[in-house]
């Protein structure tokens, strides 16, 4: 077995008993494995243990490796967790089922003529920088729940929930727990937080996917 293998499935145990500890009901949570740096041959086996949702955080390296994939696992689900320039939009929706980085206007109307001409429809998250951190993407906490109805009214998206990388040195708790009050307010379901360092605390505080990668592949 490979090492990725046997950490995916203690990854696995360790997100269902976070789930039971927090009397979550089995399955509630969504693991989303970030392959991110690692190529196919790495991948390859994680896919055939069962895992089938995977997260990549540049569109150019993600062209790279999950077309010849896909085509050999039809039911994967491939989600960008990385920042997206609007000059990259249509190569983002033709790739991926899940953008979890929609964080401003300029990317919410480049994504919805995307998926108008192109009839492809991924399922988007909007980024919320919880820390206010100015090197990270993510829109303003103060501007997410208007952001999200203006994605909604003004331009047709389906938002389907929120996401977060809380600051590195910070207790990622207060973070989690705003990112679900936003969207409660926003009134989407889905929160995305939670990543090797703490997705067990995520479950906790409700995020319905969690996004692990060196606790799977590795260190980077
Ligand atoms: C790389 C990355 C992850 C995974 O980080 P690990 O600490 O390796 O689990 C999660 N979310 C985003 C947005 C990332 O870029």
């Known amino acids: 077995m ?14 269902a008993g976070a789930e039971r500890a927090a009397g979550r009901p089995e399955g509630a949570v ?28 540049r569109v150019q390296e993600a062209q790279g490796k999950w077309p010849a994939l896909k085509k050999d696992f039809p039911d994967l689900e491939l989600r ?15 790739l991926f089922d899940v953008i979890e980085t ?14 108008k001409k192109q009839g492809r429809t991924p399922r988007l998250y909007v980024q919320v920088n919880t820390g206010l951190e100015e090197q990270k993407a993510g829109i303003d906490p103060r501007q997410a729940v208007a952001f999200v109805r203006h994605c909604i009214e003004e331009y047709g998206l389906a938002i389907e929930g929120l996401m977060c990388i809380p600051p590195a040195d910070e207790n990622p708790g207060p ?19 939670g990543m090797s360092g703490d997705y067990e605390t995520a479950v906790a505080f409700g995020a319905t996917s969690v996004r692990v990668g060196s606790a799977i592949f590795g260190a980077r």
Not at 31 to 55: C, Y
Not at 175 to 193: N, P
Request: hydrophobic letters at 50%; aromatic letters at 4%; zero cysteines.
């Open 2 to 15: 490979s090492k990725a293998v046997e950490n995916l499935r203690a990854v696995r145990e360790k997100i």
């Open 30 to 57: 969504t693991l989303v494995a970030v392959s991110k740096t690692f190529d196919a041959e790495a991948i390859r086996p994680v896919i055939e243990a069962g895992q089938r949702i995977f997260g990549e955080n």
């Open 80 to 94: 960008l967790i990385g920042p997206l320039q609007s000059n990259k939009a249509a190569d983002a929706v033709a």
């Open 102 to 115: 929609v964080d401003r206007e300029k990317i919410a109307r480049a994504l919805a003529a995307e998926m």
């Open 175 to 193: 973070h989690f727990a705003l990112l679900e009050k936003l969207a409660r307010e926003a009134g989407v379901e889905r929160y995305s937080m």
